[in-house]
């Protein structure tokens, strides 16, 4: 069949899930046998998220291909096993440079650049792209912010026309808006989701599927209600009740229907039965999980989002290991040699968090020494990584001044620097290894038997800093194993201590790997240490 388009959008306010409502709905569709993919269409004009601040907007998820994107990537990725690549992830940052890049080479023949056609048209060139590529049944698409934003207006534009050109049996939104309720009146008020429908309305778009919002169950009657002032079929107002675990909502919303509404509206009507069997053993699973351990998180960023793919990961892994995973924060600014005893004693396992930069570095570099002298299971991921090489070369090896040339360009023992080709390029994101690389594991290692003794891996990067392989005999006589290698740079992408229940650390990003019926490997092993 020709490939079928499903817009999601939002309206009333932003962080109500459109990335889990997309995920589940594209969960839904391929669990009926569908190809499929999501891709997420951000306003602001970066042109990525690379470089924005996680405290205002969480993680920033990086793919196979190297591209730095949005955090919905990953549930993307998570919820349905798919590998998205950069074509997933726009920004009007990236239609406007695309845009300018082609009027400076003359390619629009001396015409007057303007937002209606150009940047619409290439807009709705990125929403076609990924069908071109590969052969797909439906292709999501989320729409970040929300309706009335300025930023927003060009995509909504393009939305339009495309829904026009395409037709209704291949064009379709779904809007998600929210339902508050008024704790002094006792009432749950629709008057924001009909305010957001009628803008929404306003721009040309009649939204088929409403999908609302909300802490209270929604009765029969203002679902009807607010059908009756949207202009849509009673059976299209769907709801999304807070739930214990975003795991749950593909069932909800294929509980209410929202995959069997989509289709019939698109004109399918012998649509195949969904098969969710192994989702729902995940599932039974972490409800069966009974005993709890506890890991502590020690990093910079006090904000749950900053660390979403490490925190799903552990979800991940500690549901196949029978195991509730409860995480605890740690703020590596307040975390000392003088507190580090009552911090984390109790912890069953240490994850030390990526991230960049000076800030929280020295209480980094105490929780690897923690982990490391007490014998507790210490995960370092990426810069994670590098202050556990850090803490080794200073108290094992002797290296006093060791640091990374990051934290002090001046140091003598730069056990972390910058590869020799990178140091003259400056632009943002040009020195990083970003996406995919191979790593070829040392057979008999922690790691090769986390992997399932395979030799060779590929995983995804996001740092600047290498491991200085000038100290590689140094480390490796001490007892710091250089377990993993990049075979086509030589670069040390994993350290561990044999000698320890369970001390690795990945110049990696494992986390964005790990998906709800393909946990990650390390983290599987991680959390198994961690029970014992």
């Known amino acids: 069949m020709d490939t079928?388009?499903?817009?999601?959008?939002?309206?009333?306010?932003?962080?109500?899930?459109?990335?889990?409502?997309?995920?589940?709905?594209?969960?839904?569709?391929?669990?009926?046998?569908?190809?499929?993919?999501?891709?997420?269409?951000?306003p602001y004009i970066n042109i990525d998220p690379g470089t924005l601040n996680p405290y205002e907007h969480g993680e920033c998820y990086v793919t196979a291909d190297g591209q730095e994107t949005d955090l919905d990537l990953g549930h993307y990725e998570r919820f349905t096993g798919i590998e998205t690549t950069r074509d997933n992830s726009v920004t009007t940052g990236r239609i406007y440079l695309s845009v300018i890049e082609r009027e400076r080479r003359g390619d629009y023949l001396g015409k007057t650049i303007q937002v209606v056609p150009h940047i619409t048209d290439e807009i709705k060139r990125r929403i076609l792209?990924?069908?071109?590529?590969?052969?797909?049944?439906?292709?999501?698409?989320?729409?970040?912010?929300?309706?009335?934003?300025?930023?927003?207006?060009?995509?909504?534009?393009?939305?339009?026309?495309?829904?026009?050109?395409?037709?209704?049996?291949?064009?379709?939104?779904?809007?998600?808006?929210?339902?508050?309720?008024?704790?002094?009146?006792?009432?749950?008020?629709?008057?924001?989701?009909?305010?957001?429908?009628?803008?929404?309305?306003?721009?040309?778009?009649?939204?088929?599927?409403?999908?609302?919002?909300?802490?209270?169950?929604?009765?029969?009657?203002?679902?009807?209600?607010v059908a009756h002032f949207c202009n849509v079929d009673v059976e299209a107002v769907i709801q999304s009740q807070d739930l214990p675990s975003i795991y749950e909502v593909p069932v909800n919303m294929q509980r209410q229907g929202l995959d069997a509404i989509c289709l019939r509206k698109m004109g399918i009507s012998n649509a195949p039965r969904p098969e969710l069997g192994p989702w729902l053993h995940f599932l039974e699973l972490r409800h069966s999980a009974?005993?709890?351990?506890?890991?502590?998180?020690?990093?910079?960023?006090?904000?749950?989002?900053?660390?979403?793919?490490?925190?799903?990961?552990?979800?991940?892994?500690?549901?196949?290991?029978?195991?509730?995973?409860?995480?605890?924060?740690?703020?590596?600014?307040?975390?000392?040699?003088?507190?580090?005893?009552?911090?984390?004693?109790?912890?069953?396992?240490?994850?030390?968090?990526?991230?960049?930069?000076?800030?929280?570095?020295?209480?980094?570099?105490?929780?690897?020494?923690?982990?490391?002298?007490?014998?507790?299971?210490?995960?370092?991921?990426?810069?994670?990584?590098?202050?556990?090489?850090?803490?080794?070369?200073?108290?094992?090896?002797?290296?006093?001044?060791a640091n990374s040339t990051e934290m002090d360009p001046q140091t003598h023992d730069n056990v972390i620097d910058l590869m020799k080709e990178q140091k003259s390029v400056t632009q943002m994101g040009g020195t990083m290894r970003l996406g995919a690389y191979d790593c070829e594991l040392v057979r008999g290692s922690r790691t090769w038997q986390a992997y399932g003794e395979e030799t060779l891996i590929k995983e995804r990067h996001r740092h600047r800093y290498e491991f200085n392989n000038r100290y590689l005999r140094?480390?490796?006589?001490?007892?710091?194993?250089?377990?993993?290698?990049?075979?086509?740079?030589?670069?040390?992408?994993i350290v561990e201590l044999p000698a320890h229940r369970w001390y690795i650390g990945t110049q990696f990003h494992p986390e964005y790997s790990s998906t709800v019926l393909h946990p990650h490997p390390l983290f599987m092993s991680f959390v198994r240490a961690c029970m014992e």
Request: aromatic share 6%; with cysteine; hydrophobic share 40%.
């Open 129 to 225: 792209l990924n069908a071109t590529k590969q052969p797909l049944d439906f292709v999501i698409t989320e729409i970040g912010g929300t309706i009335g934003d300025i930023e927003s207006q060009p995509f909504l534009e393009a939305i339009r026309q495309l829904r026009w050109e395409l037709g209704p049996q291949r064009a379709l939104n779904v809007h998600l808006t929210y339902v508050p309720y008024l704790a002094a009146a006792g009432e749950l008020k629709t008057k924001p989701t009909q305010t957001s429908v009628k803008q929404l309305q306003g721009l040309g778009i009649q939204p088929e599927v409403l999908v609302l919002r909300t802490e209270h169950s929604l009765s029969d009657e203002l679902r009807r209600k």
């Open 474 to 493: 140094e480390f490796e006589q001490g007892g710091m194993q250089c377990v993993g290698i990049n075979p086509s740079a030589d670069l040390v992408e």
């Open 4 to 42: 079928k388009y499903i817009f999601i959008t939002g309206g009333v306010a932003s962080s109500l899930g459109k990335g889990i409502i997309s995920a589940s709905l594209g969960k839904l569709l391929q669990a009926r046998g569908y190809r499929i993919t999501i891709q997420k269409f951000d």
């Open 290 to 401: 009974q005993s709890v351990i506890d890991i502590a998180l020690v990093g910079k960023y006090d904000l749950q989002d900053a660390y979403k793919s490490i925190l799903e990961s552990l979800a991940h892994a500690g549901t196949y290991n029978n195991r509730k995973v409860r995480t605890h924060f740690i703020n590596s600014e307040h975390l000392s040699a003088d507190n580090a005893d009552q911090r984390l004693a109790d912890m069953a396992g240490i994850v030390i968090c990526p991230g960049f930069g000076q800030r929280g570095i020295e209480g980094k570099i105490v929780a690897a020494e923690y982990g490391r002298t007490h014998d507790i299971p210490t995960l370092g991921i990426c810069l994670g990584m590098q202050t556990m090489v850090i803490e080794f070369a200073r108290n094992v090896l002797g290296l006093q001044d």
